[in-house]
């Protein structure tokens, strides 16, 4: 009869444990988007101030290609479209062949 009451005891427990681990999951997932967020508004401010030079450069230093671009572009469309297209038309003119790649890659971005 003990056995049945610790075991209960225990379930219980585990049950409480469960459900403070659900709810720190779903704190965290919550701040984790509130991040992400944050990280996307100021990407889209920092692309729409990139110059020719600025990308010319990122791009010298292997810090802009293709891989790059399309993991900001997944991120930032469609929310942030105009500050995305304000990037591309700069890249066109520093590398039309990466700007042409991602334009067939997101459709949605063609002129």
């Not at 444990?17 to 967020?37: P, S, V, Y």
């Not at 692309?47 to 290609?65: C, D, M």
């Not at 293709?66 to 520093?94: D, G, H, K």
């Amino acid at each position: 009869m003990e056995d049945c009451g610790k075991r209960s005891v225990d379930n219980s427990k585990e049950s409480e444990q469960q459900e403070t681990g659900r709810a720190d999951l779903n704190e965290e997932d919550f701040h984790l988007k509130i991040l992400k967020d944050i990280c996307c508004e100021l990407l889209s401010n920092m692309l729409q101030e990139l110059t020719k030079e600025n990308t010319l450069e990122g791009l010298h230093q292997g810090y802009l290609n293709e891989q790059t671009c399309s993991c900001a572009f997944q991120n930032l469309l469609p929310l942030y479209f105009a500050s995305v297209e304000s990037f591309l038309e700069v890249l066109r003119e520093a590398d039309q062949t990466l700007a042409g790649h991602l334009e067939k890659r997101f459709p949605s971005l063609k002129v």
